[in-house]
């Protein structure tokens, strides 16, 4: 180090005074290079030193923030794990309908398509910090409701809230975590909301397994109730996150963005190069005066080929039946041919224990082997195992080896999910659209998923009745099929690219299941035309 300073400088001399003797006298290069040797390997010690405490600093810090981002989708994921069972009580207590079920299951999906379009616009305007904070309010607002519910009507406005607060949740933790991890490790950092969705579910199945011996007026109430714990972390959580760096920039409040990213970057050095890009992105000086929403309804091409990407793959993650498998699987189990409700209630525990143990794999895996293998492995594993459900349901009876091969079915249709479209989902329709519209695009995606999700939710149990419940996989593995060509034709490799190059993907009719390589450059070109 002190011979590449005396380059630099022009010197071929140099003086220091160490323990009042001048250490380093005229001298040829050689003489230079060996004397200090010791010198340049403590100095290069010490800075390695630093670096490393750095490096592990921002790690923890971007892990924690990660996580606090991800605590609204514990609300989500305790709602659809609770509900499986806290249903068998409602049912018991306020005698609703078959139909009535399906609504009250399916409406908080339906609504939450609400949230999520309002959750971009939201997100643009006070942030993406406080969205999630407005997100735990009113999901707290909708739990409280259920709690105290004394009849049909005043649950469905529980629901209805708690759906809203969802919305807005889901579809602003990945859009927040993407924008202030790092590129190395941006899809497992993303992949965190799926990860405590499906921690809610299992707390869910837990929840119903352990208040299930209480009375059924109290059972399904206190079960709600539980769901309301998670918003007070998620007040802590707003006093420690900072706001996203690309959101500050937005704004033009470039220094506060600065400040961000010298908590989330690794490389100090890199934090200027860093700002300059994502200012570049943001088109501050000439993407003024297009609306967000005129430029998503009339979009380019690239623009296109990024929403269809992302509502796509939405889509395909709940109309292959996650929610249908997830809400209903005592029914599923039922059809099986167990009878006993606690024994019901404990085969749904395996499923979530399954659920959430295989979506550690996939952040394991997720910035390693990339999206688009995962993709692969769970979508091909998904429809080998609902098409091995819909026909155990179907042939084999109710025997102990239909029920064997039914709770194998339904474990390994969730831990594929998991592995793959599951988190792959999430992160994707975070990384893939430009700066300005980020938000709201994503919105649209997380509108495409809630839709999908109800139409499952609302619709199973009647399909089921038609075609029965086997019948009613069949479809499920037909669909999950598709969305295998899906994920050839449409989704590209987003592994290892920053947020502003992975937009280059789709530029000028790019071949998506390529291999070229964007690079840093290029982001200028792209702004500019």
């Known amino acids: 180090m002190g011979l590449v300073g005396v380059q630099e400088n022009g010197n ?25 040797d010791s010198f340049g390997d403590d100095y290069n010690s010490s800075e390695h030193h630093t670096q490393l405490q750095r490096k592990k600093t921002t790690r923890k810090y971007v892990f924690a ?19 499986s069972g806290a249903i068998l009580f409602i049912q018991e207590d306020l005698k609703i309908t078959e139909v009535q079920e399906e609504v009250l299951i399916g409406i908080l999906s339906v609504m939450s398509l609400l949230g999520s379009l309002g959750g971009g616009r939201t997100s643009d305007a006070i942030g993406r910090k406080w969205t999630m904070g407005l997100a735990a309010i009113i999901f707290q607002a909708g739990a409280a409701v259920m709690t105290f519910a004394p009849s049909f009507q005043v649950l469905m406005i529980g629901r209805i809230l708690a759906g809203i607060g969802i919305g807005f949740g889901v579809m602003i933790a990945p859009v927040y975590i993407a924008e202030i991890s790092p590129t190395v490790s941006r899809g497992s950092l993303t992949s965190f909301p799926e990860i405590f969705i499906n921690l809610g579910i299992l707390l869910g199945y837990v929840s119903n397994y352990v208040f299930s011996g209480l009375p059924s007026h109290t059972s399904w109430r206190v079960m709600l109730a539980v769901g309301i714990l998670p918003s007070v972390f998620i007040a802590f959580a707003l006093c420690v996150i900072p ?4 959101w500050l920039v937005m704004k033009n409040r470039a220094e506060e963005a600065r400040e961000v990213l010298l908590k989330t970057n690794e490389n100090e050095a890199e934090v200027e190069e860093r700002l300059a890009e994502i200012q570049l992105a943001a088109g501050l000086n000439n993407t003024e005066g297009k609306a967000v929403w005129r430029e998503l309804l009339s979009p380019s ?14 889509c395909f993650q709940q109309i292959t039946g996650i929610d249908a498998t997830v809400y209903y699987s005592p029914e599923i189990f039922k059809s099986a041919g167990i009878t006993d409700k606690s024994k019901l209630l404990g085969a749904t525990v395996a499923v979530g224990v399954t659920k959430t143990a295989f979506i550690l794999i996939a952040i394991l895996l997720i910035d390693r082997v990339g999206r688009k293998p995962l993709l692969y492995v769970s979508t091909i594993g998904m429809t080998v195992c609902l098409f091995s459900l819909g026909a155990t349901l179907s042939f084999l009876g109710d025997g102990s080896v239909g029920i064997g091969l039914a709770i194998l079915s339904v474990c390994g249709n969730v831990a594929f999910f998991s592995v793959g479209i599951g988190p792959v989902c999430w992160v994707l329709t975070s990384e893939i659209f430009p700066l300005r519209v980020r938000a709201q695009a994503s919105a649209l995606g997380a509108v495409g998923n809630r839709v999908c999700s109800g139409f499952v939710a609302m619709s199973f149990l009647s399909v089921a009745r038609a075609i029965t419940v086997g019948g009613a996989f069949f479809i499920f593995s037909a669909i999950s099929a598709l969305s295998v060509g899906f994920v050839y034709r449409c989704v590209p490799e987003t592994k290892g690219k920053s947020l502003e190059q992975i937009e280059l993907l789709f530029r ?16 200028e070109h792209l702004v500019q035309k």
């Open 301 to 314: 091409p690239e623009l296109s080929r990024m929403l269809i990407t992302g509502i796509g793959i939405q």
């Open 508 to 523: 000028d009719g790019y071949e998506l299941h390529g291999s070229r390589e964007v690079q840093l450059g290029d982001v």
């Open 243 to 246: 706001e996203s760096p690309r």
């Open 65 to 83: 923030c990660s996580v606090f981002a991800s605590l609204n989708s514990v609300l989500l994921g305790y709602d659809v794990g609770v509900m």
């Open 12 to 36: 071929n001399e140099m003086g220091l005074s160490l323990g009042g003797k001048n250490k380093y006298t005229r001298m040829d290069s050689q003489q230079l290079t060996n004397d200090d």
